[in-house]
């Protein structure tokens, strides 16, 4: 291939089609790991079936200089354009274009420029069947008064290829990519797609960070920048949806970038309303960060706020991940294991027949990205012993609103001894010294930004992260919910039994 005056390569159509001379050289990273599942539609019994192949897509590569390239890419109408932008993204910034002498502005600049290469470079490799597909709907346009409709084999024919043209080149996807050079985080996002980076600090927090906002049909700042363009936007809000997706930002999609004119919702906008210009968040240093990144297909976000509310998706989806990682013997693992967990949670809500049932009928494809950072994970055949016994975690609940700029702090009380590894070091920073009987041990604490309200969750080492109480607990409202509560009765016998040197501790360690 050759290169463009900006440093850009230049592929041809046949080129791109062939993903064998794109990025079959290069290495793949071994610090992420990747999980997914395909869409699932519920029967009045409980059972799902998949209603189309997997559409998602993702990438995850080592480059050189210290150059890393994640990604996750939730297709629609097709897996096209998601296979597409995965892997001519990575061409057009692993080939050469990025190196560590290069400034903040000038990654925030070449990842721009990419996803235009991207954007316009699709549009070329179904540019004649866009062509053909218009001349055949212009042919058979009943008004077309140059057609004789005599033939009705040949037009049966007809509007058989121009089906066939329609499946070619309908389709979509949106965009979350995580790019680390110099060891600096630049998140770039175009769509419904997420981003969480959960690191922990000097002084034992665990800082919860959602990077950036969906490009949605209630996202007020996408609704001012449709509304700048002639968009009624308070019919879009009302919709919530364009064309069948509420995301206002999208690769490919000839249908609202082509003809968003003939769309009722958009036919008054002065240019192109939906685009697929990144917003780039960035650069963030991982300098002595201990933590893990997070990339989530808008699917898989959906169906874990289907169930239990849009709240606290962020913090259970983080504490999915530092459970499975406390126990798995690989990233792979991990990170399927935590879209088994979503998958599960969303089909219980479906047959519990609660309140949150009525959301819960399906989901889509779920794809999650972990690529964890100074992270050492668990040894397979050394779990859960090795290092210390994975405890219950209890997180109280809290009902306190935040806004979206306000971090809420949540205890987690672990154990201190010395290090607690749960099989491995974990992300929280604990703090030294053994607990005295009587005493409460150390707490090492979880800081959300960008969430609405925590809720109470709890993992242990069976790996069940929401466990089912007895009959005597409360019953749960019509959100599924129960009232508030801390138990830490299993917590002070597990470590009682592990540090009485086989005496009894009844009386002992903690409340009785």
């Keep these: 291939p050759a290169i463009s005056p900006k440093g850009f390569l230049k592929i041809s159509p046949k080129q791109k089609e062939d993903s064998k001379s794109w990025t079959d050289d290069l290495p793949l990273c071994q610090m992420c790991g990747v999980g997914t599942a395909p869409n699932c539609v519920y029967g009045p019994d409980g059972k799902g079936t998949q209603s189309h192949t997997n559409e998602d897509g993702h990438l995850g590569f080592r480059g050189e200089d210290g150059c890393f390239l994640y990604g996750v890419f939730n297709g629609y109408d097709g897996s096209r354009v998601a296979n597409f932008a995965s892997q001519c993204l990575t061409a057009e910034l692993l080939l050469g274009q990025l190196n560590s002498s290069h400034t903040d502005n000038d990654v925030r600049r070449i990842l721009t420029q990419a996803f235009d290469v991207v954007e316009k470079s699709y549009f070329e490799t179904i540019g004649d069947a866009l062509a053909e597909k218009a001349d055949l709907s212009n042919y058979l346009l009943p ?11 040949q037009n049966q024919k007809f509007q058989e290829r121009l089906k066939e043209l329609e499946q070619e080149v309908s389709g979509g996807a949106t965009a979350v990519v995580a790019l680390i050079l110099n060891n600096k985080l630049y998140i770039a996002n175009v769509g419904s797609n997420r981003a969480l980076l959960c ?44 064309a069948g997706q509420s995301s206002t930002r999208r690769l490919g999609d000839y249908r609202v970038k082509f003809n968003y004119n003939e769309i009722d919702l ?32 808008e699917g898989l976000i959906n169906a874990l706020e289907s169930a239990h509310g849009p709240e606290q998706a962020n913090q259970e989806i983080v504490a999915m991940v530092a459970a499975e990682l406390a126990q798995a013997a690989s990233l792979e693992a991990a990170a399927q294991s935590v879209v088994d967990r979503v998958k599960r949670v969303h089909h219980d809500v479906y047959v519990s027949g609660r309140q949150r049932a009525t959301y819960c009928s399906r989901h889509e494809d779920m794809t999650l990205l972990i690529r964890t950072l100074n992270y050492v994970l668990a040894d397979g055949a050394l779990t859960p012993t090795q290092g210390g016994r994975i405890y219950p975690v209890s997180v109280p609940y809290s009902n306190s609103q935040s806004t979206s700029k306000t971090s809420v702090t949540l205890s987690l009380v672990m154990p201190s001894q010395g290090t607690l590894t749960n099989g491995t070091n974990t992300a929280s920073t604990l703090e030294e010294g053994t607990p005295t009987p009587g005493s409460q041990s150390p707490t090492a604490t979880l800081q959300s930004t960008n969430t609405q309200t925590q809720s109470s969750s709890s993992s242990s080492g069976d790996g069940s992260l929401f466990r089912q109480r007895g009959s005597q607990a409360a019953q749960p409202d019509e959100t599924g ?27 002992g360690l903690g409340p009785q």
């Design 481 to 507: 919910r129960v009232p508030p509560y801390v138990d830490f009765s299993q917590f002070y016998r597990l470590w009682g039994s592990d540090h009485s040197d086989g005496q009894s501790t009844q009386g």
């Design 143 to 153: 008004h077309n008064e140059n057609v004789s409709f005599h033939h009705s084999s």
């Design 266 to 297: 958009l036919s008054a906008a002065k240019t192109r309303p939906v685009i697929a210009e990144p917003e780039i968040h960035g650069s963030q240093s991982l300098d002595s960060v201990t933590g893990f990144l997070l990339l989530m297909s």
């Design 199 to 242: 690191k922990s600090s000097s002084d034992g927090q665990n800082q919860v960070l959602q990077i950036g906002r969906p490009h949605s049909t209630d996202n007020d700042e996408e609704l001012q920048r449709l509304a700048a363009l002639g968009v009624d936007s308070a019919r879009v809000r009302q919709a919530g949806q364009i």
